[in-house]
């Protein structure tokens, strides 16, 4: 099995993660270790990558990928979002490092009987860990019209969510939606016909919604980002990388909260005795060079932001 990927701002993640050779690294996101086969690059004999992934087929991937690295890999298949456990699990306390690349791997995309992709015909799945019995079909296909819309306006940011998922609903009565194709076919009906003609595919971000839904995608982060935080060693590093404006958001402003987590009001001094727990490393977010996006255009939505323990 190849597990095609192709890492994302991975000279600027290289630089930022600021790897000493005999450090801990964990690479939450495994992936097709892309950025994993970096950092085991820099890193000695006594340095050590803990590589994370829900995703069993790129562990063991990844497994063959990193095979011939002198530093010690240890293959953890979990959510990131549980990397207390991890640690604890793997006898390790802090780490010097730690890199997640958000989002459905080049891998899932194309791998068409995930259910990921909305330009081929596959099973409404869209499972990250297959491993889970809870899929698209069952969001699609179960869920309430209002938690439907909630889920396509907020977490896929479509104006037409109401409309989209009235149209589930409808369909759905006639016969349950077990396919991406049938889907899709729902979305552009609800879609009225001026709109489709410019802007992304109409399915989008109804796809992006749901995969969210599925995957608890943004309630892990906000709980990652914290204990990512927590168990970074002093001048430790968590770089993220993320694809839309939620994951940026929520990224953004636990970083904003560390950097500075006193609740006093602004006009008068501190008496809170909050003090910052990291610095920021990146003041605005790094993005993809215009080369980078001539050679992958699937980085256009990146962003990378950086924050070092104190």
Not at 120 to 135: H, I, N
Not at 178 to 205: F, M, N, W, Y
Request: aromatic residues 6%; neutral net charge.
């Amino acid at each position: 099995m190849v597990f095609s990927h192709v890492p994302v701002l991975y000279e600027e993640a290289m630089e930022y993660l600021n790897i000493r050779p005999d450090g801990i690294y964990a690479d939450g996101t495994l992936g097709g270790a892309g950025h994993s086969q970096g950092i085991c690059g820099r890193l000695d004999e006594r340095g050590t990558l803990i590589g994370i992934d829900r995703d069993s087929e790129a562990i063991s991937a990844a497994k063959e990928r990193l095979r011939g690295f002198p530093c010690r890999c240890l293959f953890v298949h979990s959510n990131y979002s549980d990397i207390k456990k991890i640690l604890r699990e793997c006898g390790v306390g802090r780490i010097d490092g730690a890199l997640l690349d958000l989002g459905v791997s080049s891998h899932q995309l194309d791998t068409k009987e995930r259910g990921f992709s909305y330009m081929q015909s596959a099973p409404l799945d869209m499972r990250m860990d297959q491993e889970s019995s809870f899929s698209a079909y069952d969001v699609v296909n179960h869920y309430e019209k209002k938690d439907l819309q909630r889920i396509i306006r907020s977490y896929g940011e479509e104006k037409w969510a109401s409309r989209i998922s009235d149209f589930i609903v409808r369909a759905r009565q006639e016969a349950p939606i077990e396919t991406t194709d049938r889907l899709v076919e729902v979305i552009k009906a609800a879609v009225p016909a001026s709109a489709r003609r410019e802007g992304p595919h109409p399915a989008k971000r109804t796809f992006q919604a749901i995969r969210i839904e599925v995957n608890d995608e943004l309630g892990q982060l906000s709980r990652a980002v914290d204990d990512f935080v927590d168990v970074l060693a002093p001048g430790g590093r968590l770089v993220i990388i993320t694809f839309h404006s939620l994951e940026d958001r929520i990224v953004k402003e636990k970083f904003a909260h560390y950097v500075n987590p006193c609740t006093c009001p602004k006009n008068l001094p501190c008496v809170c005795g909050k003090k910052p727990v990291v610095r920021r490393v990146t003041k605005k977010p790094v993005v993809p060079s215009e080369e980078e996006l001539e050679r992958n255009p699937r980085s256009r939505s990146a962003k990378l932001r950086v924050v070092e323990k104190l």
